[in-house]
């Protein structure tokens, strides 16, 4: 097959090589995808044909990810949720920004909007300003003296086999706020797509975390979701400025931080006034990080 109809079926290539890849039983994919056995061998075939490599092995008659079939796996999945998000018209740019908006029929939403940078200056969070000055004195560098004070207030992650894994919590984030500090520092180590919230809308947030790992540069994003709140795991709305920023750890590998300041203060398409006062916000909530 030729590369123009590789491109037109990439939607089904890629659902077929996700599917089986999540199950790893070619029968279950088949079910999954309401497909049949040789169409699914078909799609893979296609892909390594196409990518010059082996994606999955049989080892006793059972699918497993090749090496290059688990560091192909993440972008796929970006990839199919992307495509997806369009689609459905929940992805976009905002004078070249990034915009995203999701809403389900059971309540759930994730609203996303980047900023320019510069809407730091103005802006109320004294906290995600002195993340910036602290980062551009420490060079990047995550165990810099000038980036001591800003720890506490913090998330950390590394990109490992395609996957963004979170490596440090602070206890004075407004991840552990949230959350609850016994609980959130149980999420060292977990995925990002494993966090509250997770899931494909992850994938598609994580987006951003990319983008820092190409440009070690600073992101602007203003959220609106719902998250479950405290141990009660009730559903509340929460809303914050989020700003990334593109550090290395010692080794000189690259280390994301995420500092957040949580606001009913913010600029995202379609926000409602409702909305915006339902935002849960606690005393001593108005400034932190996570």
Known sequence: MD?????????????????????LNLSQAVRELNSTRQTVRRHISILEESRGEKLFELRDRQYVLT????????????????GQAW???????????????????DGYFYCLQQHPISRLWTGESELLRQAVQAWSRAEGRIEDDAFVALRDNTLVF???????LCTEVGPDSAFAQWFGWAWAKSTVGRPVDALPGGG??????AQSYEEMRLTHG?????????MPYGQENVMKTIGFERILLGCRFPDESF????VVHLTRNLDVIGLT???RESIHLEDGQRLCAG
């Open 218 to 226: 600073l992101r602007l994003d203003h959220v609106v979701t719902r």
């Open 273 to 275: 006034d409702a909305r």
């Open 158 to 164: 590394r990109p490992v086999d395609g996957r963004w």
């Open 67 to 82: 090496e290059a079939g688990k560091r192909a796996l993440p972008e796929a999945e970006v990839l199919l949720s992307r």
């Open 200 to 205: 494909r809308f992850n994938i598609i947030a």
């Open 255 to 258: 280390a994301l931080v995420s």
């Open 87 to 105: 689609l459905e018209a929940r992805i976009g740019h905002v004078n070249g920004l990034s915009h995203f908006n999701f809403e389900n029929d």
């Open 3 to 23: 590369r123009p109809q590789n491109q037109a079926i990439l939607h089904d290539l890629l659902r077929s090589f996700t599917t089986l890849a999540k199950t």
